[in-house]
């Protein structure tokens, strides 16, 4: 059972609409109305046409289960999470968002409508004028978003009772206060988020509505130039932001083709670029991969969103705003981080992992890195962005850059990086053979005077996947010392994925699940076969296994001495005859 602990001035500090008449500015401030008795606020009758949420989940709120990040919440089929306590502040803020609306939205049931209203009326009735924590601004614009989203056909289907008006009038006065408190969302999504909140509050209102549609439009636009990249990829270089910004927008998008309002050319384009980046950053057998702060996913989630979005091509190779490679042959594919840190203040939730990769087949993802979800314990969060959690090279068991140290500083700016894992070069090669990519970083430069280089090679049959990872004093740069430094080159491993170890401790045998058979070689050695963790999906990690070759490299070495280059190759076993 989840251990539970109160926030108590959530629960104390809200005002019930039954006992105090709710007020709005409708028309000026030489008017004021009276919202429980006044004129009614009137809506447009719009709803999306797609719906990302999971029935599985759905039915698990019906049945009176709140269940987030591996804590729970049971309020009954009859009861309603807003006078219990809750388990954590974490827990609280998912539950005020309502981004829990999603998945109510993608059962037809009747019965699910109906619940949608009365969660929505009662935390109208207790949190409904205003709350310190509930109205906060990146929680407002959340619900604002998902309220107006899912009005239709989850909101609106009592139109003409008392309860119906006060949800509108509750929903007006939410979208005056986002409007006022605008610039005081976070950067980067939530602000996204927010912007797109006032135009979908400006396409349900019927009145005076132009002010939060015009201003919210102008705002996305803005938004829209910040942190979509001319390739597609968000800002923050991370594949599940560049979802969440895929949905937000086709939201918008919707919402503003079934209202017949012409959206911005900005807005399209954004969209037109956003959804080639998903099936970028798609693996092999469908799956998300995990780059700076992304999980697997849910595949229904991507699935309606990708069938939402404009038809794209072909998955394209290169990414050079976003920073990643990608080699597909023979139902193979190879995704390779060849960017470098975003900046600031986008680099909160930032990796420290130049030219890390991900290597996947139809069967599933085979080496991973260890990746993160959402709904994962807080406490694995920053070690899963050091450089260890990732299929790269060590130096000095140390990160390719460093992170903020809690304190002063992260109270100002955030889990942002102090020290970028970069810069990162990468050059590639298409021939008939196969396809060559090169990538350089310099993060380790400073401390040891070495440039971490991985050279990557796969065959046009996908079955050979071949690499070089070398330190080396780079042209025109002077070395530190002649001391040695230890390094170690993981590759992280996939939970389907089991790994044996060859006698001459430098192979291995890798069975996917159950099935195809890999065989990893390198001409360095004794690899060690230690646990990992993956936390790409669900709630709680997950047992997996890495492979570690482990060495010593001199800090004047051109990269071509053996102590600092080290060759190694997955190639795929001929399949057993039955």
């Not at 954590?88 to 005020?96: E, K």
């Not at 990146?138 to 056909?153: E, F, I, K, M, N």
């Not at 046009?460 to 080396?472: A, N």
Request: proline share 4%; glycine share 8%.
């Amino acid at each position: 059972m989840a251990r539970r602990c109160s926030v108590p001035h959530i629960l104390t500090t809200g005002a019930s609409l039954t006992a105090r008449k709710l007020a709005v500015d409708l028309g000026g401030p030489a008017r004021r109305v009276n919202l429980a008795a006044g004129k009614p606020v009137i809506f447009h009758d719009m709803r999306l046409s797609f719906a990302a949420g999971d029935k599985d989940k759905a039915g698990a709120l019906m049945a009176g289960d709140f269940n987030y990040a591996g804590q729970s919440l049971n309020v009954g089929a009859e009861g309603d999470p807003w006078t219990l306590a809750v388990p954590s502040q974490r827990f609280a803020t998912w539950l005020h968002s309502f981004s829990w609306l999603g998945e109510l939205a993608a059962s037809r049931d009747v019965k699910t409508l109906i619940f949608a209203r009365t969660l929505t009326d009662k935390w109208a009735e207790i949190y409904g004028q205003w709350n310190d924590f509930a109205w906060a601004p990146d929680s407002l614009a959340a619900r604002v978003l998902y309220w107006g989203a899912y009005w239709s056909p989850l909101l609106s289907g009592d139109n003409m009772s008392e309860a119906a008006q006060l949800r509108r009038n509750c929903f007006k006065r939410q979208l005056k206060r986002l409007r006022k408190t605008y610039r005081r969302t976070s950067l980067g999504l939530p602000r996204l988020r927010a912007s797109a909140a006032l135009v979908v509050g400006g396409l349900r209102l019927k009145e005076k509505s132009e002010r939060y549609l015009e201003q919210g439009l102008d705002w996305l636009d803005d938004e829209i130039e910040l942190q979509i990249l001319p390739d597609g990829g968000h800002v923050s270089r991370s594949p599940a932001q560049s979802l969440d910004a895929l949905e937000i927008l086709l939201m918008v998008d919707d919402l503003l083709q079934s209202r017949g309002v012409q959206g911005s050319r900005a807005l399209s384009r954004a969209i037109d670029r956003l959804a080639p980046i998903i099936s970028f950053f798609t693996s092999a057998n469908g799956q998300f991969s995990c780059f700076n702060g992304s999980g697997e996913g849910n595949a229904r989630r991507i699935k309606a969103l990708m069938k939402a979005a404009p038809k794209t091509a072909k998955p394209f190779a290169y990414c050079p705003h976003t920073g990643y490679q990608r080699i597909e042959n023979g139902g193979t594919v190879l995704l390779v981080d060849t960017g470098s840190t975003p900046p600031r203040p986008f680099d909160t939730e930032a990796h420290l992992a130049p030219l890390a990769f991900e290597l996947s087949t139809k069967l599933g993802r085979l080496v991973v890195n260890c990746g993160w979800s959402e709904e994962q314990p807080l406490r694995f969060r920053q070690f899963m962005r050091s450089t260890a959690a990732h299929s790269t090279l060590t130096l000095d068991d140390k990160s390719a850059g460093t992170l903020l140290d809690e304190g002063w500083k992260t109270k100002i700016l955030g889990n942002a990086v102090e020290v970028e894992a970069g810069p990162v070069n990468a050059k590639r090669k298409e021939q008939d053979a196969g396809a060559w990519l090169e990538g350089a970083h310099d993060g380790y430069r400073t401390e040891s005077g070495l440039t971490h280089r991985r050279r990557l090679y796969m065959s046009s049959e996908g079955d050979d996947i071949r690499g070089e990872d070398s330190l080396l004093v780079p042209l025109g740069g002077e070395h530190v010392s002649r001391e040695q430094r230890p390094f170690k080159i993981r590759f992280h491993f996939h939970p389907d994925v089991r790994v044996s170890l060859s006698q001459d401790q430098k192979s291995a045998l890798l069975v996917h699940s159950g099935k195809a058979g890999w065989r990893f070689r390198t001409d360095c050695g004794p690899l060690s076969v230690e646990d990992s963790i993956y936390l790409g999906q669900g709630e709680k990690p997950v047992k997996a296994q890495q492979i570690i070759i482990s060495g010593n490299a001199y800090c004047d070495s051109d990269g071509e001495t053996r102590s600092n280059r080290v060759r190694w190759s997955f190639r795929k076993l001929e399949a057993r005859k039955a």
